[in-house]
Every structure is written in C-alpha cells, then in structure tokens.
C-alpha cells in the first residue's frame, strides 16, 4: 500500500503523571514526505491512516533510523538520536489538513508554520485550544499545573530553584525553531506557531502571535495579532498593534502590503495595502470615518473605512486641527473613488 501523507514528524516530548501531552518538540517535520518513507514508517509502527499519534519506544526508533538510511539520510539520522532520549517519544501522522484532534497534532502544524513550511491561514487550527493544555513554562521545562507546587517544593529541597517563566498554552517559539536570518530581541514576545520571515527583526516590544508572521525583511516593534500577516519592507513602529482574527466582531482578515509603514502606538483594523502608511497614534477600525482628499486637499468625500480595505498607496493621518482621520493616496482621489464604485 502506497502511503501519501500531508504531514509526518517524529518528535519527543513531555507528559504528566497521568500520560497526558504537555508538548512535543519536532526537530525535523515533513511537509508531503515521499510514499517511500511513509510506507516504511507506517509498516514499522502499525499505522493505519488516518491523523494519528502513535508512540515509539527507543528500541522502535533505531530500527526505524536502519530502515531509512537507504531513504531519507537526515530522518534516519534523527531517529538514530532520538533512540537514545530519556522523554517519551511520539509519530504524528497527518494524512490531511483538517480539524485537530490530539495534542501532538497541534504541536505539529505550531511547527510548520515556525519552520516556514507552511504561511499564516495555510494549514486547518480547527480546535486547537482545547487540545493544547495550560502549563507553567519552567526553568526544568513543561509542568502541569496541578504537580506543579510538589515540584517546586522538590527543588527548593535540594538548593534548587524552578523558575517559572510563564503560565500559557503556548510555548516561546525560539524553544523550539529558530529560523535562519532573524533577530528577536526578547524571545518571550514570539509565541511558537508564528511564521517569521528571513530578515526579519522583532525590537523589544515587538510580539508575533501563532498563526501570524512577517515575510521579511522588516521591523517589528509592534503588536503582529493572531491571524495578522505582514508583507516584505514593512515596518511597525513602536508600541502600533494589528487587530487579529481572535478579537471577534467579524470575520476580515487583517493583513500588512508590502512597503508599508504603521506608526508608533498607532493600529489597523482593516487590511493595510501596499506602500500604506498610517500616522502614529491613528487607529483606524473598518467603521472609521475618513474624509477621502484629492492632490489640492479637498474633500472628495467621506466613506468608512472597511471601502479602503486592501487598496495601495494610501497615507492615513488625522487633521491636526479639525480631528477628522483623513486619507491621501498617489492616485487622484477621484479615481480611487471611481475605482472603489466600479461595480455597484
């Protein structure tokens, strides 16, 4: 039988005392791996289609790393590694992009996206919150919370301490992937999950969100929300947020052109066009009010927002003296006006 498989990764990780998955670190996954080293996986572990998480012992795993020598050098290579690891260890088969079902699912696709296997909104993160448990993020790793007072207790007992990091469902991405050409300056603010391009940099106060990233090269001093993509040359400016596909109140998915520019504390709501700019402390919602202006400054006419959606060349700003949000653009307003009516 010919196994052709979306996704497969051999990964170890941690349970709590009940066998439950608390994470699962996939150094290598495969995104469509050939039929050759499914087929071999599969018959080597019992798999029988389906999305699937199958443990492994070590002994399995360096049988599989003999295996696949012949096949897939740097999986066997990984396999041969993971054979001697002290953690439980876990095969997660995804024979197609649809609505998650375990735990080690949900950490396979938060891989893809960090490994730029996969773009923001290419991969199905159907009911991944329940399937991924809140744990205390740990100086000795993932911890339940519910064990987690007898282990610091455990610790102090032997001069030790458990530092405990942060209490969340996800996990810092750099725990797990750091992709090449980026810098982060507090890995903290990068959750595992996000896509970030190379050339990318992430200042201080920078945060990428799973399922969000940058294509790079850019700046990113700002909030990228859950679901928020931003294009290459694009820069957010310091404390400037995107509102994310998790803040409810419609179903628009915000993103960021290519060469645009949101300035610092301000914030978009609607998907922001190529080479846009919007003024700092501006936040402009799809509801928002803009006077549209033609090249002399004069009002062409008043729309909302959401109209402007995705449009290119567009400067947001907000009339210093009157407090209308205005916007100029390096077409005529005119002709964007026509343009946005074409079809009415």
């Known amino acids: 039988m010919s196994t052709q498989l979306f996704s497969i990764a051999f990964g170890v990780g941690t349970q709590n005392r009940q066998g439950n998955w608390l994470e699962i670190f996939y150094a290598q996954p495969l995104l469509h791996p050939s039929t050759a080293l499914t087929d071999k996986v599969a018959q080597k572990l019992g798999y029988s289609g389906g999305n699937q998480a199958i443990a492994f012992t070590t002994q399995q795993a360096a049988e599989l790393a003999e295996s696949l020598k012949g096949i897939d050098a740097a999986q066997a290579a990984l396999l041969t590694r993971l054979a001697e690891s002290h953690k439980p260890l876990v095969a997660t088969f995804l024979d197609a992009d649809i609505a998650l079902t375990s735990t080690p699912e949900a950490y396979l696709k938060l891989h893809l996206l960090s490994h730029r296997l996969v773009k923001p909104h290419g991969l199905n993160l159907t ?3 329940p399937l991924l448990p809140n744990v205390a993020w740990t100086s000795q790793g993932a911890v339940d919370l519910a064990e987690l007072a007898e282990r610091q207790l455990e610790a102090r007992l032997k001069g030790e301490l458990l530092e405990v990091f942060s209490v969340d469902k996800f996990p810092k991405m750099t725990d797990y992937v750091v992709p090449a050409g980026v810098r982060i300056a507090d890995s903290a603010r990068v959750r595992l999950g996000a896509y970030i391009g190379e050339g990318t940099t992430v200042m201080h106060e920078g945060f ?9 090269p850019g700046m990113i001093e700002g909030r990228v929300s859950a679901g928020v993509f931003v294009g290459k040359g694009s820069d957010l400016g310091g404390g400037c947020s995107t509102m ?3 803040s409810g109140g419609g179903n628009i998915i915000i993103s960021v052109g290519e060469g645009c520019l949101i300035g610092a504390n301000a914030g978009i709501g609607i998907p922001l066009g190529d080479r846009s700019t919007v003024e700092s402390g501006l936040y402009i919602t799809a ?3 803009v006077a549209l202006l033609d090249e002399q400054n004069n009002l062409v006419k008043v729309i909302k927002a959401r109209e402007l959606a995705g449009q290119a060349d567009l400067l947001f700003r907000r009339n210093s003296q009157t407090g209308a949000v205005e916007c100029k653009t ?9 343009a946005l009516h074409a079809h009415n």
Request: no cysteine; glycine share 18%.
């Open 287 to 289: 509801g928002t009010k």
């Open 208 to 216: 990428v969100n799973f399922n969000a990233g940058t294509a790079g």
């Open 244 to 246: 994310g596909t998790l």
């Open 127 to 129: 009911g991944i919150f």
């Open 330 to 338: 390096n077409k005529t307003a005119i002709e964007l006006n026509e």
